[in-house]
């Protein structure tokens, strides 16, 4: 049995390796915007609908190898009752990045184990992000210094680099801003007989 990642996430990746862990990465081929689309129109929650994203994801890589563990994951932020994606152009992310000037929303990280084909565990964790006031002179440095990078995560932020600096508390763990809730993943490895106990 081998464990497989279904995301082409580096920080993921990252994640998994750093822990000890030895993995395929196999990236699933999923429209996550065709998947979400009825779900959002019919008011879905977003704690939900991270697990579902996740989920369909774990699923289609897990259906190619037959025995295997794999994990999906997926995160979603929701600020002021909607639901933001990764942002499409440098000045959608300044905008949202405006816009949360000040305020807090929250990055929700659902985590499924699929083998076969089906969801074996799920479990999707919340952390509550509070940002700084900041100007919009400040973005447009941040901006600048941390380039295409803003474009690759669903807050226009990277955490473990300058994105720190948008941010005066954070209520949630790390692994969980990052997208990959290592603690309860770990636990459920442990469970599995992955890793020893």
């Keep these: 049995m081998t464990l497989v990642l279904a995301s082409g996430s580096k920080i993921r990746a990252e994640l998994l390796k750093n822990a000890g862990l030895k ?13 979400e689309q009825p779900l959002l129109e019919s008011g879905f929650p977003p704690e939900d ?3 579902v994203l996740a989920e369909a994801k774990a699923n289609s890589v897990s259906e190619e ?3 295997d563990l794999v994990i999906g994951a997926d995160q979603i932020l929701a600020y002021d009752g909607k639901r933001f994606t990764k942002p499409e152009s440098m000045e959608a992310a300044r905008r949202q990045l405006l816009a949360f000037s000040g305020k807090t ?9 699929s083998k076969d084909g089906e969801a074996i565990w799920r479990n999707v964790s919340v952390a509550r992000m509070h ?13 600048a210094q941390v380039g295409n990078e803003a474009l690759s995560s669903v807050g226009a932020y990277q955490l473990e680099g300058p994105g720190i600096q948008l941010f005066e508390q954070i209520d949630g763990d790390y692994f ?5 809730p290592m603690f309860p993943l770990l636990a459920k490895l442990r469970d599995l007989g992955v890793i020893e106990v």
């Design 105 to 113: 929303h929250e990055l929700l990280s659902a985590v499924v184990i």
């Design 131 to 143: 940002m700084r006031s900041f100007s919009p002179k400040f973005v447009g440095q941040y901006l």
């Design 49 to 51: 609908l991270a697990i």
């Design 65 to 67: 190898r037959p025995g």
């Design 23 to 35: 993995f395929d990465v196999a990236p699933a081929d999923v429209d996550e915007r065709a998947v």
């Design 176 to 180: 969980t801003v990052l997208g990959l």
